[in-house]
């Protein structure tokens, strides 16, 4: 049997600072990106946009490649003192503009769920939280869950899933993806392929 090179992995995560580390608008602008592209291999995140103050009037434009591979832009509204999040999950951003002055430092990172381009599910494995939970992979284009694993209420709990055959299908269009909701769960990494 032959070995295949196809296959990759990605672990679910957030960082809040990865695209803008601290740092606060005096007027309308755009920021230096620290970095551009959290993942590899086609992976999406929502876009966090975390205020230190009161930025409820401040829009910030968000660019970047989507999921469908477009280069697509999104105005995120300032909230007070906490995150706004994207609907659009992004592979890469290219900019980070904002219409006004912030009230004190903002970061932007990404976080919120995760997304899957085409490609084939052929393995999960995943870190349960104190509380019961569950993971959730649902395709877009459809709103079919294509994989719901119900997770225990305990902290030292991690287990893993093999899909047998050939996986399971995010996707049956290029541009199509399948995003992944965790609920109380703390990682979940995906070997797909």
């Known amino acids: 049997m032959g070995m295949q090179s196809d296959v990759w992995a990605v672990t679910t995560g957030s960082d809040a600072d990865f695209y803008v580390e601290a740092d606060t608008a005096s007027e309308a602008g755009s920021f230096t990106l620290a970095n551009t592209k959290p993942e590899y291999n086609g992976v999406g995140y929502q876009v966090t946009v975390t205020s230190s103050g009161d930025d409820t009037g401040v829009t910030f434009t968000v660019t970047g490649n989507a999921m469908d ?14 995150t706004a999040t994207s609907t659009t999950y992004f592979t890469e951003l290219s900019s980070v ?6 009230d004190g430092d903002i970061t932007v990172g990404y976080g919120g769920n995760m997304a899957l381009p085409k490609t084939r599910i052929k393995n999960l494995y995943y870190v349960a939280s104190a509380s019961a939970g ?12 294509l994989l719901n694993v119900p997770t225990p209420a305990s902290a030292t709990v991690t287990d893993g899933i093999l899909v ?11 541009d199509d993806y399948a995003t992944v909701v965790l609920t109380n769960v703390t990682s979940a990494n995906f070997i797909c392929g």
Not at 134 to 145: C, E, F, G, K
Not at 164 to 174: C, W
Request: aromatic share 2%.
């Open 69 to 82: 591979g477009q280069t697509r832009s999104e105005d995120i509204t300032g909230v007070n003192a906490t």
């Open 97 to 102: 503009a904002v219409d006004g002055a912030t």
């Open 134 to 145: 569950s993971v959730v992979v649902t395709q877009n284009s459809t709103s079919r869950v």
């Open 164 to 174: 047998p055959g050939n996986g399971i299908s995010t996707a049956f269009t290029p």
